[in-house]
């Protein structure tokens, strides 16, 4: 009777009854990981239901703030390489057996990179132009022996070239000598700028033709990277420009990198806001004195899927706002390599941890080893501008820091015992598909297919001085439409995967560049697509555009629109 009395009661019944379904459904689901799950993880990075939720509401802050610039089709130099980079720490290997090893197992896991210090502590160790090592008695004879301080760092490059893994050198960690005053910090950057740049200069003619990439420095924003002193952006401006001189004098084919930026928001002369180094840098000049620009790529206390987009939250899309900074000097054709990327795998205990725990965010091994490959596969897709990541790290030498939080970065064990990481990205490399994503991408990029007699060639009116002269191309991408920039006597015959051949381009006699666009679909599909000409033509770069978004956006106001006025037609005609 009651029932049946009261209808707006039975409605809201009604009503409740259903609300509760879905939301036992959604807490069904969010517990099982389904669909719920996975859709809320792919834009907040978050594992746990209710940290999704609360990532949830902080998202949309990500679009009603200024989005960073990216310039996301600028021609980009020194990326279209392997990615694929790690940290190594090959020095402290007394061993050579165990040096060769760790390079044996970074090939056969497919990384290109190898990220190494060579000290300069460690290699011009006692004075001023001594590149000897008088430090230990290595034949135990009770006396001191006198080797050669080269020997060591002549052998990892010998046995980097010998796997085929090229060699990132970071210059850094000056010897005692270079301070009059030890409170200054052994960090600290030396009192005499120059032998700085001569160390680096050293190390340069060693390896000439065989190590070409060099990074300045390391974290000088933040303590104690700069010594018992305030950090100064424009003084280490100074290093990296008078070294930068130095070292393309050496061999103008050098790719120097400035020192990686540790991410941080702090606001204090010892730790200073990456953001406002970097801006202070690019004021005193720094912009004509790097080819590559480092930054760290930690993710934190999210995964790589993090979406939400705060200056004052550090997440792995941080270095979106370093992108933003160089767009606005000036430096959209620079790349951004990160030194080092990870997860920290530490134990959540603190009686293990006992320096640093949880600074770095905690999450497990297999967590760890999921993150990672995600990570690389968001650079290719979304970010042009992102060249070489370098895991942070492969191993240490020993067990003997296992209470400190940075130690569980490690890919494998002290005795080589690979970690869940190690056998993640060697499959994950493995598996890599040859496809290129949105951005504007080289005539060297290592995705391009030429015919059997492609030869780079110097031009001057390329936009990097260097195009592939060639007959044909092939290439894979995912997008809504592809562009060529060329250069060629005839017309280009393009075909889309077994579509019959269409014609991009005219005849054209001299030098005149000439850009070619297809508009492929309204959304983002992967296909092959080929071009061929009858003559030579010479290949500037490749540009894959996306424009779903967009197109999505676009059909939707046409549907509201259309909607709108078929109501409207509607109401009319029923006065």
């Not at 390329?462 to 060329?486: C, D, K, P």
């Amino acid at each position: 009777m009651l029932w049946t009395s009261f209808p707006l009661v039975r409605r809201w019944l009604i009503v409740g009854g259903i609300l509760f379904v879905f939301a036992f459904l959604g807490v069904l689901d969010l517990a099982n990981r389904g669909l719920v799950w996975q859709a809320l993880w792919s834009v907040t990075g978050e594992e746990a239901p209710l940290a999704q939720m609360r990532a949830l509401i902080e998202l949309p802050g990500a679009f009603i703030r200024p989005q960073p610039r990216t310039d996301a089709l600028a021609p980009i130099a020194n990326v279209g390489m392997s990615p694929y980079g790690i940290n190594t720490f090959l020095e402290q290997e007394v061993e050579v057996a165990k040096r060769d090893l760790q390079v044996q197992m970074i090939a056969e896991a497919g990384f290109g990179w190898i990220r190494q210090e060579f000290p300069w502590e460690d290699i011009e160790i006692h004075a001023r132009g001594d590149f000897t090592d008088r430090r230990n008695d290595v034949n135990g004879d009770g006396t001191i022996d006198t080797i050669d301080a080269w020997a060591k760092y002549d052998h990892i490059v010998d046995v980097a070239e010998e796997y085929g893994v090229r060699l990132q050198v970071r210059l850094s960690n000056p010897p005692s000598w270079t301070h009059a005053d030890p409170a200054i910090g052994e960090k600290a950057p030396p009192d005499n700028l120059q032998d700085f740049v001569n160390y680096a200069v050293a190390v340069a003619e060693r390896y000439r033709g065989r190590i070409l990439h060099y990074q300045i420095w390391n974290e000088p924003n933040i303590y104690p990277e700069w010594g018992e002193q305030a950090v100064d952006p424009e003084a280490y401006t100074d290093m990296l420009c008078r070294t930068y001189r130095a070292l393309k004098d050496v061999d103008p084919n050098i790719v120097v990198i400035s020192a990686a930026l540790a991410p941080t928001i702090n606001l204090t002369d010892r730790n200073l806001s990456d953001l406002i180094f970097l801006q202070r840098m690019y004021d005193a000049g720094a912009g004509e004195c790097f080819d590559v620009l480092s930054t760290q790529g930690y993710g934190f206390f999210s995964g790589p899927t993090d979406r939400r987009m705060r200056p004052t939250t550090l997440t792995f899309s941080h270095h979106l706002y370093i992108r933003d900074i160089m767009v606005a000097n000036g430096d959209s054709h620079k790349p951004i390599w990160l030194a080092e990327a990870a997860w920290n795998a530490q134990p959540e205990d603190p009686s293990v941890v006992t320096s640093q725990y949880g600074q770095f965010g905690i999450v497990t091994p297999d967590e760890a080893a999921r993150y990672m490959p995600l990570a690389y596969q968001r650079a290719r897709e979304e970010w042009s501008w992102l060249g070489v990541i370098n895991y942070w790290f492969f191993k240490r030498a020993s067990d003997g820091e296992r209470n400190q939080a940075f130690y569980y970065f490690r890919m494998v064990e002290p005795d080589f015992t690979p970690l869940p990481i190690y056998d993640a990205m060697r499959q994950y490399i493995a598996d890599e598909q040859p496809i290129l994503y949105q951005g504007t991408h080289q005539e060297n990029h290592r995705f391009l297919s030429f015919d059997a007699d492609a030869e780079q060639v110097e031009v001057a009116e390329a936009q990097f001085n260097r195009a592939m002269r060639t007959t044909a191309l092939s290439v894979m991408m995912h997008g809504t439409e592809i562009a060529l920039r060329w250069r060629g006597v005839e017309p280009i015959s393009v075909r889309v995967g077994n579509d019959p051949p269409l014609s991009i381009g005219e005849s054209r006699e001299g030098t005149e560049w000439q850009s070619g666009h297809l508009f492929l679909s309204l959304n983002a599909q992967t296909r092959t697509i080929s071009f061929s000409s009858p003559g030579p033509f010479e290949l500037d770069s490749v540009t894959v555009i996306d424009r779903t978004a967009m197109n999505a956006l676009i059909g939707a106001a046409v549907v509201l629109v259309g909607g709108g006025w078929l109501v409207w037609r509607a109401r009319g005609r029923k006065r």
